[in-house]
């Protein structure tokens, strides 16, 4: 089956460590983004990529990084600069077109100790 | 910038019952709209994308409308049963980039048996 895999289901962080949550898809899509989604203040754009290496920050890229080598996947990893990394991170895809539905994977619970 | 807001917040409704879902953006030069259903702790599911020359788009008990010019959109849902039971969110491209969508806060749905 076609679609968008996301892991781990759940991601535990100390205090200054980095982390990489990691996405994959199968769908041959050029786009693939990165949302963080926290209570109450619905999905927000962390950073996209339209095409192989190359990428660009969303509304609140600081504290995290991207990489964007093969088409099938774009890890996140937050890294210690993100000073309050606690929320469910969607990683998303499409084909690239304005007209485009955008799947999404599952979803990583990040919880920071 | 680009804003969307959905209302109402919550909604509980007995089965069976019509309801409609609304949504509401400020910048009316939308290419499209989608809506997407969340479950608790998953992933967001895509379930109707309305072009901006469309006014309508039905895909089973589910029907959207979408008035560009007055910057709305509907979500009606007829014969609601306990499996609608979810938050339902509307997205429109960004007013800049390339598909990044910008989404509203969501509604959520209980039925009740």
């Known amino acids: 089956d076609g679609g968008i895999t996301q892991s781990p289901k759940y991601l535990f962080r100390k205090e200054g460590q980095n982390v990489t949550l990691s996405c994959e898809q199968n769908?041959?899509?050029?786009?693939m983004y990165w949302y963080r989604q926290d209570p109450g203040q619905g999905l927000r754009l962390i950073y996209y990529?339209?095409?192989?290496?190359?990428?660009q920050k969303g509304d609140i890229a600081e504290g995290y990084s991207v990489s964007r080598e093969k088409k099938e996947s774009f890890p996140l990893t937050v890294t210690s600069a993100q000073k309050n990394p606690t929320a469910f991170y969607l990683c998303a895809s499409t084909n690239g077109q304005w007209a485009d539905t955008q799947y999404f994977g599952p979803g990583t619970r990040l919880t920071v100790l | 910038k680009q804003e969307v807001t959905q209302i109402p917040a919550a909604l509980s409704v007995p089965e069976g019952e019509n309801l409609v879902l609304n949504c509401s953006f400020t910048?009316?030069?939308?290419?499209?709209l989608q809506w997407f259903r969340q479950d608790p702790g998953k992933g967001l599911t895509s379930l109707l994308l309305i072009q901006s020359s469309q006014r309508e788009q039905t895909s089973g008990r589910l029907n959207a409308s979408l008035d560009k010019s007055s910057g709305r959109s509907t979500l009606y849902i007829a014969a609601s049963q306990p499996g609608d039971s979810a938050t339902y969110l509307c997205a429109v491209p960004k007013d800049s980039g390339y598909s990044t969508l910008t989404f509203g806060k969501g509604t959520m749905l209980l039925v009740s048996p």
């Open positions: 910048d009316s030069a939308i290419y499209n």
């Open positions: 769908l041959n899509h050029d786009a």
């Open positions: 990529s339209q095409i192989v290496n190359d990428f």
